[in-house]
C-alpha cells in the first residue's frame, strides 16, 4: 500500500467536520492576524489561507465570491479583500508559523501562525467592527416622532 495522491491531513475527523474546523480556523487568524493552535493544524491552515489571499489581491467580482464560498463569514471575506489585500506587498509567502511549545494537557506541539506583513486595521477588535457596524445603522435612521397621535379624550 502507498499513500500516492492523497492530499492533506485528517485530523480524526470526518470531512465536513474536518472541512469546518479548517474554515473556522482560517475566519479567526484572518480576524484576529494571529492564532495559536497545533503544528499540524498550523501547517494545514497555511497552504489554504495563502490561496485565499493570493485571490483577494488579484480582486475582481469572481474572486471574491470564491473566497466568500470558502470561508464561514462574508464580513471576513470582505475585510480580506478590502483591507488585508491591499496592504501586502510580498508575492507570496504571506504567514508565517513559529513553534510555540508543547500543550500541557497532551504534550502536543502547538504553533503560532500570523502574517508576515504588518497589518493595519482601522478598528481591530472584531466586537469594536460590530459596534460600530450597529452605531452608523442607529444613525442612519430618523427619530420617530412619539406624538403622531391626538390623545384620547375620556368619557365622564
Known amino acids: 500500500m502507498h499513500r500516492h495522491g492523497y492530499k492533506g491531513r485528517k485530523f480524526g475527523r470526518e470531512t465536513d467536520q474536518r472541512r469546518a474546523l479548517r474554515r473556522g480556523l482560517?475566519?479567526?487568524?484572518?480576524?484576529?492576524?494571529?492564532?495559536?493552535?497545533?503544528?499540524a493544524r498550523c501547517k494545514?491552515?497555511?497552504r489554504e489561507t495563502?490561496?485565499?489571499i493570493t485571490?483577494?489581491?488579484?480582486?475582481?467580482?469572481?474572486?471574491r465570491r470564491m473566497i466568500m464560498a470558502?470561508?464561514?463569514?462574508?464580513?471576513?471575506?470582505?475585510?480580506?479583500?478590502?483591507?488585508?489585500?491591499?496592504q501586502i506587498q510580498r508575492d507570496s509567502g504571506y504567514l508565517r508559523i513559529e513553534r510555540a511549545g508543547y500543550r500541557?494537557?497532551?504534550?502536543a506541539e502547538m504553533g503560532t501562525i500570523s502574517f508576515v506583513d504588518e497589518i493595519d486595521f482601522e478598528v481591530t477588535e472584531p466586537a469594536k467592527r460590530a459596534e460600530a457596524k450597529k452605531a452608523d445603522k442607529l444613525a442612519a435612521k430618523?427619530?420617530?416622532?412619539?406624538?403622531?397621535?391626538?390623545?384620547?379624550?375620556e368619557d365622564k
Open 26 to 39: 482560517m475566519c479567526s487568524l484572518i480576524e484576529y492576524q494571529s492564532i495559536t493552535t497545533t503544528l
Open 44 to 46: 494545514e491552515i497555511r
Open 50 to 52: 495563502e490561496k485565499l
Open 55 to 63: 485571490m483577494a489581491r488579484k480582486g475582481g467580482l469572481a474572486n
Open 70 to 86: 470558502r470561508l464561514n463569514s462574508i464580513d471576513v471575506a470582505n475585510l480580506l479583500v478590502d483591507v488585508i489585500a491591499p
Open 104 to 107: 500541557r494537557g497532551d504534550n
Open 142 to 153: 430618523p427619530a420617530k416622532e412619539s406624538a403622531t397621535k391626538p390623545a384620547k379624550k
